[in-house]
């Protein structure tokens, strides 16, 4: 009976949210603008006890596998207590750090941890997964820098050096990275960097070697000077705000920028010249409202599709103008809501993936829907 009670509730929740964006859906443009349905039953539970930590990551692959990097070591102590010797409860263990799901939410392969030639990050932030099928995995600690493996998790080279240099005018050192997307091919990988830098840098994804880096509005020379905390009613801060979040490519060769606290994207072609800049929830202080974005699958990619952290929700926004079509989801734990929504991927039929860190500590799916 109570099985029956819950998958009902879920049920009913699930058509709620339905409706609610269909709602929304409706005042804007209801022949185009995607609409989603949550999965409460994705992923399929993991083996061996494991249990997930904070999720920082999330990507979707060529053969729409779906890669997720976590924090082990952020389990409270009552959510590992199988690890301890002798076990003080029957669950649970942390799972690796990168693990790769199929569309069904079955787990694939996991990996991760340090190993010879390489050190693992220490707070582990982002993950990508390029071409060849190669998985690139950031940290947003200080030190970590960008590391680069084979699919099934051997070590293939790192790039960004923590050689002692300091600050977003550096050509070698990552300052507290927070996301990555290569352009594979340019052979180069473009770095949100990030936590503690200021810009977007850009290395050949080959050979590590340092080409550009930009700042907000596509300054040459990021500063790292003490800023004023972001006001809505101030005027546009010439410089990005710590995090700068996510970097993603388009297919006509534009490039977006998440920056996080000043609730705004920002365009740039490849070769760091502004385009535009879009506001998003511009009246939100705590945390910011531009914490992660993916353009949707169709070849225009008409829509950005936005992971709204600070309000728990995911937005949607025309490409070309910036206007917000539909928001849906709401702070919560249940299917469909959030706590602290940090990364969203989408696969090649426009379902979206999204991943939580602090206590919201799991990944969800949204299946698109006409």
């Known amino acids: 009976m109570l099985g029956h009670r819950f998958f009902a509730s879920l049920t009913i929740a699930a058509a709620c949210l339905l409706a609610a964006g269909a709602a929304l859906t409706q005042s804007a443009k209801p022949d185009t603008v995607p609409r989603f349905e949550p999965q409460p039953f994705w992923p399929k539970p993991l083996p061996d006890n494991w249990i997930l930590g904070q999720v920082s990551g999330i990507a ?39 693990l790769k799901f199929d569309t069904e939410g079955n787990l694939l392969t996991s990996w991760g941890g340090s190993g010879p030639g ?56 990552l300052g507290r990275p927070a996301h990555m997307v290569t352009d594979d091919p340019a052979s180069e990988i473009y770095v949100a960097d990030g936590y503690g830098n200021r810009r977007v840098i850009v290395f050949d994804s080959k050979t590590g070697a340092f080409k550009r880096m930009w700042g907000a509005y596509g300054t040459k020379t990021p500063t790292d000077d003490k800023l004023p905390a972001y006001s809505p009613t101030a005027a546009p801060s010439q410089s990005f705000h710590n995090p700068v979040h996510c970097v993603r490519l388009s297919n006509d060769g534009l490039v977006y920028v998440c920056d996080r606290t000043n609730n705004r994207i920002q365009v740039f072609r490849k070769d760091g010249t502004f385009v535009k800049e879009f506001k998003v929830e511009p009246q939100t202080l705590q945390n910011g409202s531009v914490w992660d974005l993916v353009l949707s699958e169709d070849p225009q990619q008409r829509f950005i599709f936005l992971a709204d952290g600070a309000n728990g929700q995911i937005i949607t ?7 917000v079509l539909t928001q849906w989801g709401r702070h ?38 006409e």
């Not at 926004?317 to 206007?323: E, V, W």
């Not at 929504?341 to 602090?358: C, F, M, Q, W």
Request: hydrophobic share 30%; glycine share 12%.
């Open 317 to 323: 926004l025309a490409r070309d103008s910036g206007a």
């Open 60 to 98: 979707v692959d060529h053969n729409d596998h779906i890669w997720i990097i976590h924090r082990p070591l952020t389990l409270l102590d009552d959510e590992k207590g199988a690890q301890q010797s002798p076990p003080a409860t029957k669950c649970c263990v942390a799972a690796p750090p990168v």
């Open 118 to 173: 390489y050190a693992w990050v220490k707070n582990e932030h982002g993950i990508h997964v390029d071409r060849d099928g190669n998985v690139w995995i950031g940290g947003n600690n200080d030190g970590d820098q960008i590391l680069q493996f084979s699919p099934d998790g051997k070590f293939i080279k790192q790039v960004g050096k923590d050689d002692g240099t300091k600050g977003s005018t550096s050509t070698t050192r």
């Open 332 to 369: 919560g734990r249940q299917p469909g809501q959030f706590k602290w929504v940090h990364n969203i991927a989408i696969d090649s039929k426009g379902n979206l993936y999204t991943s939580e860190v602090g206590f919201g500590r799991r990944v969800q799916k949204f299946k698109r829907v």
